[in-house]
Structures are given as C-alpha cells and as structure tokens.
C-alpha cells in the first residue's frame, strides 16, 4: 500500500467508525492542486458534506492532515490541519496543532487521515505503519487528556508513539472542546474536540518507522541549511527562543489590543500587566524549552509553580492567548493562577479562548445583574476571581449546572439566558471573539472575514504589531501601510496575501513563525516553492502555489456558502466594538469606524473577485481557479443564481 | 565520537535525528537514526535522554561520524549545539 512519491507519505487513511471498515486510498489523487493537509482536507469536505448534515451527528466528517512538507527537514514543518463542519455553526471548523504528531503519521504512511460515522462503544485509532485498529477506550473514558495519553502507551506497551486526544470536556459535546496533541499542543477553536466525542473516538495513537523522501536531497539540503541559519538569528526567533508567543502580548498590550474585561476596554492596566507580563512568566516559572519536530526556533516552554496555591502545577504551553484571555479578558492579575487555568483547560480538553471568552461573558453578564448566584449554583462571578474561574470551568467541562449553559458558548447561552444578555456576548459568525480589534484595521479585517468565524490565523495582520518597515512592507505586498495599525488602506491587499500565504502554510504543514507572518525574515513564498519542488520533483513557481494557496482559501469560503449561507453580513465586527471607543491607554478613542469597515470591506471583496452584497465567490473567479465542482454543487443546491449577485 | 555536550540545551527538535537518518537512507526517517532523543517533555516525567548507537547490539544502523559526508551532520545542523565531537574510540 505505501505510496511512492517524494514529500507525500502517499496515501489517505479512511476509517468508518459506523461499520468499523479501514481503508486508504493515494493521496496523489488530491495533489498537486490541493497540495496537502488543509487543501486537502477542505476539499474531502466540501465534496463528501452535505447541506442538511449537523456537527454532531455520525455523517459529519473530521479529517487529519499533515502537510506536504512535514516529515521533511523543512524548518517548522510540524504541523497538522484538523478540520470538519464547526461545532459552533455549520459553516467550516478548522483548527491547527504543532507537535511530534504529524511528522509521526507521515512516518506510518500517511498524510491524512478521514474519520466518518460513529461507533458504538468509545474507541481510539491505533496506527502502527500497516497495521491499524480501532481499540475500546471504555477505559478511557472520562480521562483527562494527560492520563488518556498514558493509559494508551501502556495500553500499546510502548512509550515512543504519539498521541492525540479529546479530554472530558469532548466527551461532553461541550463546544468549547478542543483536541490535545502530543500532550500539550492543541487545535483549539470551532469546537472539533466535541466533533471527536460525538463520534465516540476518544484518541488517535501512531507509530511510523517509514521514511520520507525527497527529490532533489541535495539542493534541499542547502537550502535548509541556509533558510535555517537565516531564521535563528532572527529579531523574531531571538524573543520567542526566551519569552515563546508570550513576548507579543506586551506588544499588542501596547498597541491597545489585549481585551479587558470582556471589551470593556482593550488595554490591560500598568499596574495589571506588571504581574502577568512575560518577564514575570520567564523569571517566576520557566525550567524548560521545547520546540516541535524540525524546528530551529523553539517557541515552548514548561512552566512549574514552586509556591502559592497552585504549587506543584506543572503547565507545558502558554501562548500570548493566555495573557489575553486569563489576564485581559478575565482579568487575572495573577501569574501562577493563569498558568493553572490553562493546565487545567489543557486536562479537561478545553479550548483557552472559547472557554474563557464564555466565562467572560457570564462575569459580565453577573456583574451587570443579568445572572444571579440562583444561576450560578451559588457562585458569586466577579473579574479576576481565579478561584471561581477555575470552578466554572470545571463546570463547563462536565456540563455542570450553570456550565451546562456556558458549554454552548457565549452566542447560545445568550439565547437561552435572555433579558439583554446578547449585548455581552462578541462573537464572528456564532463562535466566541477573543481578539482586541479596535486598534489595528487589518488585524481587525482578517479576525472578522475568516471563514472558521473569528481567528487570527487567517488573514490578520501580525505585521502591524511587528511594526513592519514601509520599506519592507512595499517590497513584500506592494503597498506601504503593513506595520501602520491605525491606518485602514492597503489593508485588504495585505490581508489577502496572508490568507493566501496561510492557505498555503496550513497545507505545507508549515508554522506561520517560520513563515513570513511575524517577521519580513521568514520563509518567503518563493522559498516556500523552491522546497516544494525540489521534495516532491513536481516544478512549482512562487506564481503556481500562490493560486494553490487562493484555491484553498476559496474552497473553505465555499464551504460556508453552501452550508451556512453567511453573507458580508457575517462579515462585521460586534456592533458594541464599532460604537464603543477604546477608554484607555495610548490608542486611547480608538474604535472601528463603521463606513471605513464598509469601505475595506468592499475592498476586500472586489480584490478578491467576491460579490459585493453576498460576499460570495463569483462563478467567473471559481472557474479561473478550476473550481469547476463548487459550481456543480451549488447548481444542485439551487443556490448558483447566488454566484452573480441576483 | 560524537558526545552529547549540552543535554539541557537539547530542545526535542529532532533535527539530530533527522539528518542523521538523510546520511545513512538519504530520507528522513526517524526509526533509520543512530541517535535516539528522548526529552523529558515527551513523557513528561523522566529525565531527558540522547542515546547514541556505536555498536549493532545497541541498534542498526550505528554511528559512522558521517562517513564521506564534510562534517558530522547532527553537529552541523542542531540549533542548540547539543552536540560535540571528540577524537577517542567508542
């Protein structure tokens, strides 16, 4: 069965969990035109989902997939693309993890992975090259994410395989659940943890001791070595290799961009900050660095309380996130108290943002006497109260009284809550929004277009935080205003060539930190071509996977047309962040002005080639992008008179 | 030999393992090194381990400081400088 081709492992994993029937079939009938994890994954979706399926149920599909680099020497190429119908609306779930994992499942043989159907009784998938059973996880079952992970390398008898699974919260079909991979690594949004336990597969376990190879070893080689040098001595690297993704919360801090109390304001007081900030982090807690599979520039590190309330508690990956959410939104002025909460969302297989923007909202909505304590089972909610926040969060994770409520997220608590509790409930498209926008306009675009409703990991802008140069920033997207946040123009260009470029990367199986995201000394997408072509032999331009990365964008755009139907409606921010100005700190008044929103906006779709009143891809740009079955598909769904505009 | 120097510097990024697999198949492949890394994070508990083969009792294929390549490769390409060489018999 194992493929022959060069970068791919080759072959596609299906598995049917209804009927229990395992099969594969060659990848090479996706690639190139998909390239490889997301690309491919999004287009097994659009083409096997129908219209009337909803996120739990057995016929909705989760695909696995590493990139087409991964596996290789390609310096961040670690990373795997898990999407599916989201958990939050029917419109398109994605979410994306580093770890050991996907180098792993190439090393099995394979770069996908497709599960549909439901089993009976709780299973994991037990990959061994070849070999691959589902497993009983009734043992499993109600574990955290951690004793899951150990149970199965006892289960298997061998320590040195990689796993990834869903924890308590999961099994519940809380939405806020995410997916835990190689222990600490998690794809987090739209809920995909809960997809997993709708299925009743707790876990994937895999061990490969194949090969990947590459066309051109040589050449690849000294490219490697070169891009690799050139990324470690990176500004970028330097800070990440000492404070990892932390270092940028003080950034965005500055630039008023860390929600505060649930957007009460976006901007983090001094006297807060002082006690979360990562210095605090790296000098308190920090005993240990890591990086994932191939990577030269280590964002990870461990952390352990030696002291305090939370002594003993060891937490293996906080991210600028953490800051944002735990420190910002909840406004935790307590280091080792946000270090607890994420662990502890990590165990019971919750998503940090979604779990704490939910949280957020019912602080908010008790503070403002929408709730009582005979909602919250007693509990008295007020901002920074870590005690309670990690009660609730507990709560939410086994469906518990009032966390029953908040399990559904912030948009659906709110329905069921009522009595004007919808005005403290940020959300893009039915799923919680964790980014301070006001501030930065094309950080603030990309948040609120993205398809997976409300990320940053489509096309925001990092680089106004980076504070790109004009010089860089007319060299590498053609216009001038990349690193100025406040400004609005250009910003549709810019925020285009990212959702290409992470189109791409998420396919690649490329982190955007070694990408050209954060810092104008990144991989480049000429770089990105010359490694593709010379580790599959297949001769690709910049130009070439560009459209590649355009195509991938597309497709997951087309996905939410024809299974949810948001229009540019969607694709406003929360009425409140474009009414209410920002109150404090240096971008003091700043708010998103609705008619400069309207203007990009309208930008942003004519750049694209989108229909300026639905937002939808025209069928002109579907077929120039060889799209040709999206257009059957919305043919048969009788929604191809909305191609045009009419 | 090759000496692991740095063993607190080692991050888990297996790029060791990596090029040291691309010397003996010319693929990568994690199973086909003479260097196995076992950082502490992996299994969370145990201390972090690199263990090198230099004898076929250990594993296949063992450490052959890179015959006919310039310079061993892990050496050359860990971004920690993990790493050391040092003339002596295994």
Redesign the interface.
């Known amino acids: 069965m194992r493929g022959l081709k060069y970068g791919y492992a080759g072959n596609v994993l299906r598995v049917d969990l209804t009927n229990s029937r395992i099969y594969t079939k060659p990848t090479e009938n996706y690639f190139p035109k998909y390239i490889g994890g997301r690309g491919i994954n999004q287009w097994i979706l659009f083409k096997e989902l129908r219209q009337w399926v909803t996120p739990f149920e057995p016929s909705n599909i989760i695909c696995f997939g590493a990139g087409a680099l991964v ?3 390609v310096p961040g190429a670690a990373r795997m693309s898990i999407d599916s119908k989201s958990a939050y609306n029917t419109g398109i779930g994605s979410g994306n993890s580093g770890g ?1 994992f996907a ?2 499942l190439k ?1 099995a043989g394979y770069d996908n992975i497709v599960i549909h159907g439901k089993s009976k009784q709780p299973v994991y998938l037990w990959i061994e090259n070849d070999k691959v059973l589902l497993r009983s996880a009734e043992e499993l079952w109600g574990k955290t994410t ?1 004793e899951t992970e150990k149970l199965i ?1 006892d289960d298997i008898g061998q ?2 395989i990689q796993v990834l699974c869903i924890g308590p919260a999961g099994e519940n079909l809380v939405r806020p659940a995410c997916i835990v991979v190689s ?2 690594r998690v794809a987090g949004r739209c809920g995909l943890g809960a997809i997993m336990g709708s299925k009743n597969i707790k876990a994937i376990a895999v061990k ?7 066309k051109e ?1 040589g050449e690849f ?1 000294t490219l ?2 070169k891009v ?1 040098e050139r990324l ?1 001595r990176s500004n970028g690297a330097k800070a990440r290799r000492e404070f990892g993704t932390l270092r940028s919360s003080t950034l965005y801090r500055n630039l008023s961009a860390s929600p505060y109390k649930n957007y009460q304001d976006d901007y983090i007081p001094s006297e807060n900050f002082a006690k979360i900030s990562p210095e605090v982090f790296h000098n308190s807690f920090e005993v ?11 964002c ?1 590190h ?1 952390y352990f309380i030696g002291s305090g309330p939370y002594l003993g508690t ?1 937490c ?1 990956k906080a991210e600028s996130n953490s800051i944002w959410n735990f420190g910002g939104r909840l406004a935790i002025d307590d280091a080792g108290a946000i270090l607890k909460a994420q662990e502890e969302c990590c165990q019971l297989g919750l998503d940090i943002d979604n779990t704490s923007s939910v949280i957020a909202f019912a602080i908010d909505c008790f503070q403002n006497k929408i709730i009582s304590k005979k909602h919250t089972g007693g509990l008295e909610l007020s901002w920074g109260d870590h005690g309670v926040i990690l009660a609730l969060i507990k709560k939410i994770a086994y469906r518990e009284g009032f966390g029953n409520i908040l399990a559904e997220g912030s948009l659906r608590a709110s329905q069921k809550l009522g009595k004007g509790s919808e005005r403290y409930s940020f959300h893009i498209k039915g799923q919680d929004l964790i980014e301070g926008i006001r501030s930065m306009k094309g950080w603030a675009l990309g948040v609120v277009v993205s398809a997976r409703g409300g990320t940053h990991t489509r096309g925001a802008l990092a680089t106004e935080c980076m504070k790109y140069s004009h010089e860089d920033s007319q060299r590498i997207f053609g216009v001038k205003t990349a690193g100025d946040a406040q400004v609005y123009e250009g910003k549709p260009k810019i925020v285009i060539y990212f959702e290409y470029v992470n189109s791409l990367l998420d396919s690649l199986g490329v982190c955007f930190f070694t990408g050209n995201w954060t810092s104008p000394d990144g991989m480049s997408p000429q770089e990105l071509a010359q490694f593709y072509s010379l580790t599959t032999g297949i001769k690709t331009s910049e130009a070439e996977l560009i459209k590649a990365g355009e195509r991938i964008h597309n497709l997951e755009k087309m996905f939410n047309v024809y299974h949810a139907g948001f229009t540019r409606n969607d694709d406003y921010p929360p009425k409140r962040l474009m009414e209410e100005p920002i109150k404090s700190g240096p971008l003091k008044g700043e708010v998103l002005r609705r008619e400069d929103w309207d203007k990009m906006l309208s930008e942003y779709y004519s750049l694209h080639g989108w229909d300026q009143k639905t937002s939808w891809p025209n069928k002109e740009k579907l077929e120039e992008l060889d799209l040709f079955e999206c257009i059957e598909t919305l043919l048969q769904a009788k929604q191809i008179h909305h191609l045009n505009g009419k | 030999m090759i000496i692991v120097e740095n063993l607190l510097a080692c ?5 060791c393992e ?2 040291c ?2 010397h003996h ?8 090194s003479s260097i196995k890394v ?7 508990v145990k201390e972090s381990r690199i263990t090198i083969s230099y004898k076929k009792e250990q594993w296949d294929p063992v450490c052959d400081l890179c015959d006919g390549e310039e310079f061993p490769l892990c050496i ?2 860990c ?1 920690e400088n993990v790493f050391k060489f040092e003339r002596r018999n295994a």
């Open positions: 596996g290789t020497l050991w180098a792993e090393f951690a390398k320590d040195d222990g600490f490969g001791t194949g090969a990947i190879r590459i070893p080689m490697v070595e690799s470690r240990d660095r890591y990086s994932c599979i191939t990577c030269p520039t280590p990870g461990v060891k293996f | 991050t888990g990024c297996l790029i990596m090029v697999s691309f198949i010319c693929s990568y492949s994690r199973s086909q076992d950082k502490s994070i992996f299994n969370k050359r390409f971004p």
